[in-house]
């Protein structure tokens, strides 16, 4: 079945840096756009960066812009999350999210259950 | 603050109808589409409603969509125990260049 599993999360000293991964499986990885999404702790959703199908065309918000870098690789159909200068803020359970199309601006149709990442001293 | 704005809670007894209502603007709702969320407590959000007012598989057809100008509605209706969860809307932001979520809706069956 289309399956979604976040690794990486942990803790992690303000400054510092993390990489997520998400393993897919079980659907055509290439063809989708991919999302991260995260939550912070009693908090809503915020979406954090979005890539196409063929890695081409990438966006992220304002917040971790600069910081943060969304990527995929094709052969081991895996999502990354490359997290560079955390801040306290950036604490949150991070989800990964299969979009509904390739380019990433459809909807989020298939979500990992979430790896938890704490920035914290 | 989210620029997509949604009532922080809403209420309703089993059996009822309940609406949850998501503002925008013109750079958001205003022109694209409309997608809407249901997380349970403690588990990841599942996708309800997309393109406005259309049901994934599996979806049951107590929940539906709707848009109009810079505003959505998710309304359910037959309100059942199990629907107690949060509900988020989502949109696509042109000023922002990036998707913006509502700040969600608890949604309480009485």
């Known amino acids: 079945q289309v399956q979604l599993v976040e690794s990486g999360g942990g803790v992690v000293q303000p400054g510092r840096s993390l990489r997520l991964s998400c393993a897919a499986s079980?659907?055509?990885?290439?063809?989708?756009?991919m999302h991260w999404v995260r939550q912070a702790p009693g908090k809503g959703l915020e979406w954090v960066a979005v890539?196409?199908?063929?890695?081409?065309?990438?966006h992220y918000a304002d917040s971790v812009k600069g910081r943060f870098t969304i990527s995929r690789d094709t052969s081991r159909n895996t999502l990354s999350l490359q997290m560079n200068s955390l801040r306290t803020a950036d604490t949150a359970v991070y989800y990964c999210?299969?979009?509904?199309?390739?380019?990433?601006?459809?909807?989020?149709?298939?979500w990992g259950r979430g790896t938890t990442v704490t920035v914290s001293s | 603050q989210s620029v997509v704005t949604q009532p922080p809670s809403a209420s309703g007894t089993p059996g009822r109808r309940v609406t949850i209502s998501c503002s925008g603007s013109?750079?958001?709702?205003?022109?694209?589409?409309v997608n809407w969320y249901q997380q349970l407590p403690g588990t990841a959000p599942k996708l309800l409603i997309y393109?406005?007012?259309e049901r994934p598989s599996g979806v049951p057809d107590r929940f539906s969509g709707s848009k109009s100008g810079t505003s959505a509605s998710l309304a359910i209706s037959g309100l059942q125990s199990e629907d107690e969860a949060d509900y988020y809307c989502?949109?696509?932001?042109?000023?922002?260049?990036?998707?913006?979520f509502g700040g969600g809706t608890k949604l309480t069956v009485l």
């Open positions: 989502e949109t696509w932001d042109d000023s922002l260049n990036g998707w913006v």
């Open positions: 079980g659907f055509t990885f290439r063809s989708y756009g």
């Open positions: 013109s750079s958001n709702i205003g022109r694209n589409t």
């Open positions: 890539i196409s199908n063929d890695g081409s065309n990438t």
């Open positions: 393109s406005n007012n």
């Open positions: 999210a299969k979009d509904g199309g390739w380019s990433g601006y459809d909807f989020k149709d298939v």
